[in-house]
């Protein structure tokens, strides 16, 4: 089956693609995650039950450039089960609370923490997918990646995307095919070692109950271009959710 390439141009004021080996602190890769820059293509058009993105190059268009910055983050996280209560009426809201109110909590207690973060500023990349069409919906390639295109074209997106941490939104613009790479990428080669190249198992369907199923790849960039190799491929290293 050919695969159609779908090229977005995505930049960003602040971006934070975290090492998953760092417990506490964020520190950001020098350059966009396979992983977030499906994220992206997923914000824009997705139908898990019927494909997945397939990410096969990440052009880097601005170098790498860090900024410090402190952010409040709170302790807790928010269980799948009770938002779908929620949603369906079954249970009032509860909400997640930052700072301890003892007239409402009946605590004093913090549920934030401060956090370093290094993150990226002015970021900017030219990003390549195909669509993968799940088994049994191999007819309908050519209407899912004409839709995307429309959406795509037109701005619209099921949320807003975002570069590594949801305060930090991406903005995107569909690349039309045949059109100038401008502009260039940066002219450098970095060998990153492995990098993080998703947080769960892209073999199949997935849902919103998975377990994470971490893979990693040897990331090099050349000429500041990233050719991203594709999931069943023996050079990404799968399963590894309980080493890290």
Not at 32 to 43: E, L, Q, V
Not at 152 to 169: D, I, T, W
Not at 217 to 227: D, I, M, T
Request: net charge positive; with cysteine; hydrophobic share 35%.
């Amino acid at each position: 089956m050919k695969y159609k390439d779908q090229a977005l141009l995505v930049w960003g004021d602040l971006a934070c693609f975290s090492r998953p080996e760092l417990k506490v602190e964020r520190f950001s890769y020098p350059i966009i995650t396979p992983s977030a820059a499906r994220g992206i293509y997923d914000a824009i058009y997705v139908k898990p039950k019927e494909f997945r993105w397939q990410i096969t190059q990440i052009e880097i268009l601005n170098p790498p450039s860090y900024l410090a910055l402190r952010r409040n983050e709170v302790k807790e996280k928010v269980n799948v089960n009770f938002v779908l209560r929620w949603m369906a009426g079954k249970e009032e809201p509860q909400p997640i609370w930052a700072d301890g109110d003892r007239e409402l909590t009946g605590s004093d207690e913090k549920g934030r923490t401060q956090r370093q973060t290094m993150a990226l500023k002015n970021v900017c990349y030219r990003l390549h997918a195909e669509i993968r069409p799940w088994p049994g919906f191999e007819k309908r390639q050519q209407a899912l990646e004409a839709q995307f295109r429309r959406r795509a074209a037109r701005g619209k997106c099921v949320y807003q995307p975002y570069l590594g941490c949801r305060e930090f939104p991406a903005y995107f613009e569909l690349v039309e095919p045949g059109a100038p790479p401008e502009p260039q990428p940066i002219g450098a080669d970095m060998d990153l070692g492995l990098m993080l190249y998703d947080v769960f198992d892209l073999s199949r369907p997935g849902t919103s109950q998975d377990k994470p199923s971490i893979s990693l790849f040897h990331c090099q960039v050349e000429k500041g271009v990233l050719r991203v190799p594709v999931y069943e491929s023996p050079s990404v290293l799968k399963g590894q959710g309980e080493a890290l």
